[in-house]
């Protein structure tokens, strides 16, 4: 976060949405490695991380080409991180289907989609504590 916004990604071929900057823990990393790891490959820039935020369980269906009305269960950690004052977010990165990705500040009121939903509220008025969320798409899926 910096100035009440924080950073999303985004690309221009996939589905109209923002989504969150990070990606994969790699066998043998901690979450913590991995962030940072994942911050440096996206914007080019080393950030340390300022503390663990929140927790994510998500139940979704993927919509990229690889994993299309699939099933997908992730936890995700979501960490706040050292933003330096002159940061200006470049992408340096791909989506896993070779799409160029885009970085954008957003305001927690700004009309547009991005996920995870629930920064909407909690991004507002963030607290030191750790909050757990857990999203499952599978009800709106039932028949």
Not at 65 to 88: H, Q
Request: aromatic residues 16%.
């Amino acid at each position: 976060m910096k100035d009440g916004k924080f950073l999303m990604a985004g690309n221009k071929a996939g589905p109209d949405y923002l989504y969150s900057v990070g990606g994969r823990i790699k066998f043998g990393e901690t979450a913590e490695e991995a962030v940072i790891r994942e911050v440096y490959e996206e914007t080019g820039v080393r950030m340390d991380i300022d503390r663990l935020g929140y927790v994510h369980e998500n139940y979704f269906y993927g919509d990229a080409a690889s994993n299309l009305g699939k099933l997908i269960y992730e936890i995700s950690f979501f960490f706040f991180m050292k933003v330096p004052d002159d940061f200006e977010p470049v992408s340096r990165s791909f989506t896993e289907d070779g799409h160029e990705e885009y970085l954008r500040w957003v305001a927690p009121d700004e009309p547009v989609e991005y996920y995870p939903q629930f920064f909407r509220t909690e991004l507002r008025h963030p607290t030191k504590e750790v909050k757990y969320f857990l999203t499952d798409e599978r009800k709106e899926h039932c028949v």
